[in-house]
C-alpha cells in the first residue's frame, strides 16, 4: 500500500471526550473514528486491515482445533430469547424493535439462543457429537454509558463459539482444548496475559475462565500466584487473601482487561429450548454445552493499552497493519524514490506487508512522516534519505527506538530476519 493513497488522517490532539490511551492513540493515528453515535465507530483502513489480521488469528486457530465457522444475523427473533426467558433477565442492554409486521427483534448482543437454535434443527444423533460451532459477527449491547472507545463501545465484533456434547466428560475435554486454542492465539497476538478463574455471571454455569490481558488500565483487579500459574479474578478470590490456594505460594494484586472468557454451560439451554439428541440407547437428553467468547475488536484496544509509549502506539508483529513503513524522505529526488519503490516490491515478493511513504506535499516533510511512523505504531521503518548515494539506508526500532545503518543490498534479508 502506498501511504499517499490511504486515508489516514492522523491526529495531534484527539477529542476531549477520549480518556483512555487506546482511545486516544487510536483516534489520533487514525484506525477508528467516532460514526456521531455514542459507542459506535468507524473503522478507517488502518483499523480495518488490523481488525482482520486479528480476526484471522483467531479463527486460524479455531479451525485447527476443530470448529466449525458459520454466519448468522445480526438480528434475532425476540421469540428465541423468550424461550430461555433472558429477554427479560436481559433487560435494557438487549435493543428491541419490530418490523412492518409486529414481529419482534433484537440486536445481538451474544448468541446461545440461535445457536442452539441452529443445532436443534441439524443435529439428531449422538453420532453427530461433539460439535464446536462459532461466527465472527458484529454484536450490540445498549451500554448504559458507553466509554474508552472499543474498550466498551456498543457495537462490538466478537468471537463466540458454542459446543454441544453428549457428556459432562467431553464437554470438559472441550473446554481444556479452549483453555489451550486461546493461550496460542493470545500468544501470536505477542500480548502479556493471565488466566484467570472467574465467576460465571449472567451467562450461568458450572467452571468459567477469563483471559486477561495485563495493563495497569485495566478494569478488572486479579490475584496472580507469584511461583504457579494460577490466577483468579476478585469476584471468585477475596482481595486480601495472600496465599496461593493451588500451591501455597504468595499471590499478588494486578490488573487485567478481559478479552476472553470460557464457560462451562452444562444443560441450561439445551433443556430450555428442548434441544436433544438420541443416545446410545435411542433415549432423547439435552445437550451438554460449552460457550467460548473473545472481544476481538477489544483486542485492538487490549493490544494498545499494554503496547505503547509517549509516542503513540506501539503494535505486536501479528497484529500490526503493515511490518515495515518504507520512509522516502525526500519524494521529489528522484534516486530516493525509484528506491524506495525497488525496495517496496522486493519486500512483498518476501510476503512481508508494508507500506511506501511516498508523500509529497508540503506539508509532509521526513519529521512529519517520522511522526506518524511512531504514531501508527509499525514494527520497522526502513528511511531512505541521502545516504541512498552510498548505498545505504536505516532502519529504525519502533520498540526500542533504536536505529541501524544498514548497506541497500543487506535490507531485504535484514528484515526479514527481523520479523522472524
Ligand atoms: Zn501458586
Redesign the pocket.
Known amino acids: 500500500m502506498r501511504f499517499s493513497r490511504l486515508l489516514i488522517p492522523t491526529m495531534k490532539e484527539a477529542p476531549s471526550d477520549a480518556v483512555l490511551t487506546s482511545h486516544i492513540l487510536l483516534l489520533r493515528a487514525g484506525f477508528i473514528q467516532s460514526s456521531g453515535g455514542s459507542g459506535l465507530y468507524n473503522f478507517l483502513p488502518l483499523g480495518k486491515i488490523t481488525l482482520d489480521k486479528v480476526r484471522a488469528i483467531v479463527k486460524d486457530e479455531l479451525d485447527k482445533a476443530g470448529c466449525n465457522e458459520v454466519h448468522l444475523p445480526m438480528v434475532t427473533p425476540l421469540s428465541l430469547w423468550e424461550e430461555t426467558g433472558r429477554a427479560d433477565k436481559f433487560g435494557s442492554e438487549l435493543l428491541r424493535f419490530k418490523d412492518r409486521h409486529q414481529n419482534g427483534f433484537t440486536l445481538s448482543p451474544t448468541n446461545e439462543e440461535a445457536m442452539v437454535n441452529l443445532v436443534r434443527q441439524t443435529v439428531k444423533s449422538y453420532k453427530q457429537l461433539p460439535l464446536n460451532v462459532y461466527q465472527i459477527n458484529w454484536k450490540f449491547r445498549d451500554e448504559v454509558r458507553p466509554r474508552f472507545g472499543l474498550m466498551r463501545g456498543r457495537e462490538f465484533l466478537m468471537k463466540d463459539a458454542y459446543s454441544f456434547h453428549a457428556t459432562v466428560e467431553d464437554m470438559e475435554r472441550e473446554f481444556a482444548l479452549m483453555e489451550e486454542t486461546y493461550k496460542k492465539i493470545f500468544t501470536r497476538l505477542g500480548l502479556d496475559f493471565k488466566v484467570v478463574e472467574a465467576d460465571s455471571g449472567a451467562i450461568g454455569g458450572a467452571g468459567s475462565k477469563e483471559f486477561m490481558v495485563l495493563a495497569d488500565s485495566g478494569e478488572d483487579t486479579i490475584m496472580v500466584?507469584?511461583?504457579?500459574?494460577?490466577g483468579a479474578n476478585v469476584e471468585v478470590i477475596a482481595e486480601d487473601e495472600t496465599l496461593?490456594?493451588?500451591?501455597?505460594?504468595t499471590?499478588s494484586q494486578t490488573k487485567g482487561i478481559e478479552a476472553g472468557h470460557i464457560f462451562q454451560l452444562g444443560t441450561t439451554y439445551s433443556e430450555a429450548m428442548k434441544a436433544e439428541f438420541l443416545n446410545k440407547n435411542q433415549k432423547l437428553e439435552p445437550f451438554v454445552m460449552g460457550t467460548y467468547g473473545i472481544g476481538v475488536s477489544r483486542l485492538l484496544a487490549g493490544i494498545i493499552e499494554q503496547n505503547h509509549d509517549e509516542k503513540g502506539c506501539v503494535w505486536t508483529k501479528e497484529s500490526a497493519p503493515f511490518s515495515v513503513d518504507i520512509i522516502v524522505a525526500k519524494a521529489k529526488n528522484a534516486e530516493q524514490m525509484e528506491a524506495g519503490d525497488k525496495l517496496y516490491s522486493m519486500l512483498q515478493a518476501k510476503g512481508v506487508s508494508v507500506i511506501l511513504d511516498d508523500r509529497v506535499d508540503k506539508k509532509t516533510g521526513f519529521g512529519v512522516k517520522v511522526k506518524d511512523f511512531e504514531l501508527i505504531g509499525i514494527p520497522f521503518a526502513v528511511v531512505i534519505g541521502n545516504d541512498i548515494s552510498d548505498g545505504k539506508v536505516e532502519i529504525i526500532n519502533r520498540e526500542t527506538l533504536e536505529k541501524e545503518e544498514v548497506l541497500l543490498d543487506m535490507i531485504v534479508e535484514t528484515i526479514v530476519e527481523k520479523l522472524s
Request: hydrophobic share 15%; proline share 8%.
Open positions: 500466584c507469584e511461583s504457579c500459574d494460577f496461593c490456594p493451588k500451591c501455597g505460594g499471590l
